[in-house]
């Protein structure tokens, strides 16, 4: 159990007034546990009090291993075990995690009248938004796999190859070189498709004249990294070379703006003037970024409506485009680290125009 990690919680929820909260995101148990705990349908929660009392719930057929400095309850299939988190909890506020399933939480609220739902999720995101050096170590490295694995993209562009097959032959890559399988797909986007920013690679060909964009992540050792390089293939014309550079214009803007006390809505801004500003606007459907860490997308978010305040500590994505139906989608993708003074970029594949022969 990270005593340390926890403790910081338990700040949290002192500022914030909750005196207990429950947990149960597999990621946020890994990082205040140091291993992971995978209920699946079953619970498997962690109760932590602000006096300091650290409880776990969890099925036997779990088989976890308790510690010095919490209490264990165990249950087997069949047993009310809603009953048993309840009996822990004091009257009033219950922090509840945002993805516990709805079927567990009301469970546990048909024990008790005498006790309040709240998300007591951002207890635990205030505390893993800021990575401490281990964190940061798994997340350089990972940022450099992903450099490698768009090299890898890029050095084996053909017409001959359909996006599936692209993204399929990256997502090889990451796992020969130790990345975990990814739960979705390697994003390879051709021409138009480039436009749709959460595309599917399919059996698009590519052809002379294509944006080639490539939104890369990859999970290794429990961090994720997410990257997004565009390049052209054979030729690129005057316009599509207009739109590459405003975008990554508007990227670089956001990451010399980045520095500790900055709003993350500001952060947004800064990548958004420079586009709207070249009267591209319309065409910048996203915000520019989102945190990453042990989920590929966590808080702090640098959009329109996230006040979170910039921290030495925190990883996000810099990640501004321009999205223009039936034509061409470009998008410049990095992650950055605030530090004391700036920022860190992670992720350092070139960002100068390439056009692919």
Known sequence: MRKNRIEKVIENMKQNNLKQIIVSEPESLDYLLGRSVMALERVGVLLIKDNGEVHMFV?????????EEMVLHEHNDGDNVYAQI????????????????????????????????EVGSPMI??????????????????????????????????PEKTEKELSNMIEDFFIANGSEPNPWWQMVCYGATCADPHHEADNTLLKEGDAVLFDLFSRNNKYWCDMTRTVFYKSVTEHHREVYEIVKKAQQAAIDFVRPGVVMKDVDAAARKVIEDA???????????????????????????????????MVFSIEPGIYIEGDVGVRIEDLVMVTEDGCEVLTKYPKELQIIK
Do not use: Q, W
């Open 59 to 67: 099925n036997k057929i779990l088989c976890f291993k308790g510690e």
């Open 125 to 158: 995101d205030a505390s893993r938004m800021t990575k401490d050096e281990e964190e940061a170590k798994a997340l350089r490295a990972v940022g450099a796999l992903n450099d490698k694995a768009v090299a890898f993209g890029i050095a084996n562009i053909s």
């Open 86 to 117: 309840a009996s822990e909890l004091s009257p009033g506020k219950v922090g509840f995690d945002k993805n516990l399933a709805s079927g567990h939480t009301i469970g546990i609220l048909k024990e008790r009248d005498d006790i309040i739902p």
């Open 279 to 313: 009267g591209y606007g319309k065409y910048f459907i996203t915000r520019t970024g989102h945190g990453v860490g042990l989920t590929v997308h966590e808080p702090p978010f640098a959009a329109s409506d996230c006040e979170i305040i910039a921290k030495p500590g």
